[in-house]
């Protein structure tokens, strides 16, 4: 049903002949709503206040987000809002917003907008002068980038790599000069392929693949893009994926090394990409990093003290 049609069914008390007129109604807000990607008890309080509180709650899949509101008493009405129906949807849910009420937006793990739906109905939001509010909440992003041992001082997320085989060599060969930690999503069919792909093109770098993060079956299975493409090979992998792809090794022949050069490499980057790569300890790592810049491992200490 859709929210012009449920809502030309609502009951309404009309004000008597004597009543004085209704002063209009605020513009409704639009919250987007972080939902759990996998453990439902990672829910905050407030988005559990929020989705109480709301006319509408729209989300890509109604069956699966009915799940979490039953799960805590929740009974707002839910609008099916995805990438077939958003063009569609966003200007039913506009005039909701117009009327006053406000509406969550939901996707089924994780939050809104980022790789998936929402980013139409924000902007045609925005343009009219509504209220948006993010609230902040699980991230498969952040759960893989904490949990992985790369460095995470600084990252890139580039979303999904693209799903035909030619585009998601052009993508990779995009990142090839990116030194800092790369954060993916991958489809389980195509992980095989995007694995070699990335092993080829961008080197023996250190990742990460992390599996069915939060739920029962959670696993982080650590290697070279290489390694990790040869223990997929012909396997059948299932569950929702994120790969995080560390900095390349010291002496890989990235432009990046060429034109930049190691020193030119922020120091406490230079410092772990040693730890990922040759499996020094931090002391080892830091006398290396200290010697390449011709500074003493004190001098180097120094530095990453003032840096922190």
Known sequence: MSVSAAMS??????????????????????????????????ITLRALRVLGEVRWIACEDTRRTAKLLERHAITAPLVSYHEHNERQRTPELLAALSRGESVALVTDAGTPL??????????????????????PGPSAVIAALAGSGLPCGEFLFAGFLPARSAERRRALERL????????????????AASLADAAEILGPRPAVLARELTKLYEEFRRGTL???????????????????????????????????????????????????????????????????????????????????
Do not use: M, W
Request: charged share 25%; hydrophobic share 40%.
């Open 114 to 135: 980022i790789s998936d739906p929402g980013f139409r109905l924000v902007t045609a939001a925005i343009a009219r002068g509504y209220r948006i509010v993010p609230l």
């Open 9 to 42: 069914g609502r009951k309404s008390n009309s004000p008597s002949a004597a009543s004085p007129p209704a002063p209009a109604a605020p513009d409704g807000v639009l919250y987007l709503v972080a939902t759990p990607i996998g453990n439902l008890e990672d």
């Open 176 to 191: 090839r000069a990116e030194p800092r930690t790369i954060v993916l999503f991958e489809a389980p069919h195509r992980l």
């Open 226 to 308: 290489a390694e990790l493409a040869a223990s997929v090979r012909g396997a059948q992998t299932r569950g929702e994926i994120t790969l995080v792809i560390g900095p390349p090794p010291p002496g890989a022949s990235a432009p990046e090394a060429a034109s930049q050069g190691c020193t030119e490499i922020p120091l406490s980057v230079r410092v772990a990409q040693l730890i990922a790569a040759e499996g020094s300890s931090r002391n080892a790592a830091l006398k290396q990093a200290a010697r390449e810049r011709g500074i003493t491992r004190r001098e180097a200490y120094r530095r990453l003290l003032e840096k922190r």
